[in-house]
Nanobody, 124 residues
Framework: QVQLVESGGGLVQAGGSLRLSCAASGRTFTSITMGWFRQAPGKEREFVGSINRISGNTYYPDSVKGRFTISRDNAGNTVYLQMNSLKPEDTAIYYC?????????????????WGQGTQVTVSS
């Protein structure tokens, strides 16, 4: 059984940066796409970006484009979410997830494996 474990969350001031990690462990990991989502209290879970584990191609929604960057290690088993110029509205629990759909599949139903989430809090 493959597990996804996020780390790197915390408290940061507005304008600051934070890097989240998501490590896959367990049996052979074959999912094509890794995605990042976030969920703020009382809101729907929101897609914030994805990466193809093999090619490294990425996709971002306009809400984070230019501020967030996703990357991966050479094996594609750990992915990172670099978040810059953070705003209070970026405060949420951040989840990584795995999918066998392409990187442009932004719906959470396309992802079948999820991590437990890590809290990111941006103070004003």
């Amino acid at each position: 059984q493959v597990q996804l474990v996020e780390s790197g969350g915390g408290l940061v001031q507005a304008g600051g940066s934070l890097r989240l990690s998501c490590a896959a462990s367990g049996r052979t990991f074959t999912s094509i796409t890794m995605g990042w989502f976030r969920q703020a209290p009382g809101k729907e879970r929101e897609f914030v970006g994805s990466i193809n584990r093999i090619s490294g191609n990425t996709y971002y929604p306009d809400s984070v484009k230019g501020r967030f960057t996703i990357s991966r290690d050479n094996a594609g088993n750990t992915v990172y979410l670099q978040m810059n110029s953070l705003k209070p509205e970026d405060t949420a629990i951040y989840y990584c997830a795995a999918s066998n759909y392409h990187i442009y599949s932004t719906g959470r139903h396309r992802y079948d494996l999820w991590g437990q989430g890590t809290q990111v809090t941006v103070s004003s």
